[in-house]
């Protein structure tokens, strides 16, 4: 900014001092000849006299420091620059952004196969999100019944998102008492889902 002050501020001088110059009434003339009573004397009693000025102007003037014979050389500056209002500044291309925001977290269903029991078949049905399993449901219980109480204690005990599964992250998992064959059942499906996914 500073540099396109200058070179604006320059310019106008320059200009300036051109046109005194150019417009000064005798510039380019000769100097007319001064009476002798304002010319000062010379050693010897004989007035010499003045040489012209260097801008023309009436002697005895003294010329002003814009208003000279010699035009004010205009500063270099960069155009471009003075045309934006700035100076130029040599930039470098910007450092590659890197994020340190987590990656987004897949979440998926994998279902186990139906495995077949003394009390009927079963399928377990996982939800992973990323690799850690969320939640666990047993599919195809029997109801009601003797078979359906254990069913509901193997469910209870297993599944739902604060269940064993999730807790131990494996189909490692203690068997439900009274409930042998649907546990054994229960962890054969949910190896297999553990498996695919």
Do not use: C, F, H, W
Not at 11 to 16: N, R, V
Not at 138 to 143: F, H, V
């Amino acid at each position: 900014m500073r540099r396109a002050l200058l070179a604006i501020t320059g310019l106008a001088a320059g200009t300036t001092a051109l046109v005194v110059l150019k417009g000064a009434p005798g510039a380019g003339q000769a100097t007319p000849d001064v009476p002798a009573a304002l010319a000062p004397a010379a050693p010897g009693g004989s007035a010499a006299p003045e040489p012209p000025s260097p801008t023309g102007s009436a002697p005895g003037v003294t010329p002003s420091p814009r208003a000279s014979s010699k035009p004010t050389p205009k500063p270099s500056a960069d155009r471009s620059a003075a045309s934006r209002g700035g100076t130029r500044t040599r930039t470098t291309p910007a450092a590659p952004r890197t994020t340190t925001s987590a990656p987004k977290v897949t979440t998926r269903t994998v279902t186990g196969p139906s495995v077949t029991y003394e009390y009927g078949s079963l399928q377990v049905r996982i939800t992973l999100s990323g690799s850690r399993i969320v939640d666990a449901t047993a599919i195809g219980l029997p109801l009601g019944g003797q078979s359906g109480q254990r069913s509901d204690d193997v469910q209870a005990r297993y599944s739902g998102t604060s269940g064993e599964v999730v807790a131990r992250q494996s189909a490692n998992l203690s068997t439900v008492s009274g409930a042998t064959y649907t546990s054994t059942a229960y962890k054969q499906s949910l190896q297999a889902a553990l498996d695919k996914a």
